[in-house]
């Protein structure tokens, strides 16, 4: 999967909020206080997310639909992998421990990850 950039990334955010199909309106209405584009803009990125592989346009219609092919979920599990190979040698102790040595991670963090671990022990 390939990944999206900071623009990109804001225009997925909207289809995958969305149980239907888009149109380039309501996508731009959605970007509305985040990217100040004009339509051209946004169908240049569209565009390019349809190359990707990551929309659908339906063009069967007077009026496009763009729909998300890939999932929000998906989309961050394999970003999430991809960034925890890169820089934490898939090492997600070596991730937490980076954080908490910086000061990053507070005790209501570490908290909030030992009740997740415990509930999902608990699944198990």
């Not at 946004?42 to 998300?68: E, H, I, P, W």
Request: aromatic fraction near 8%; charge should be negative.
């Amino acid at each position: 999967m390939k990944k999206l950039g900071d623009a990109e990334l804001e225009i997925m955010k909207i289809l995958w909020k969305t149980d239907a199909p888009c149109t380039s309106n309501q996508i731009l209405e959605g970007l509305y206080g985040i990217k100040d584009w004009k339509l051209s803009s946004l169908m240049t990125a569209l565009s390019r997310l349809a190359q990707k592989g990551f929309v659908c346009c339906d063009r069967s219609t007077r009026t496009n639909y763009y729909t998300a092919l890939i999932t929000e979920e998906d989309y961050k599990l394999t970003e999430s992998q991809n960034f925890l190979a890169r820089l934490y040698d898939s090492s997600i102790q070596k991730l937490v421990a980076g954080l908490y040595q910086g000061n990053r991670i507070s005790e209501d963090d570490l908290k909030e990850l030992r009740d997740y671990l415990d509930r999902q022990e608990e699944i198990k």
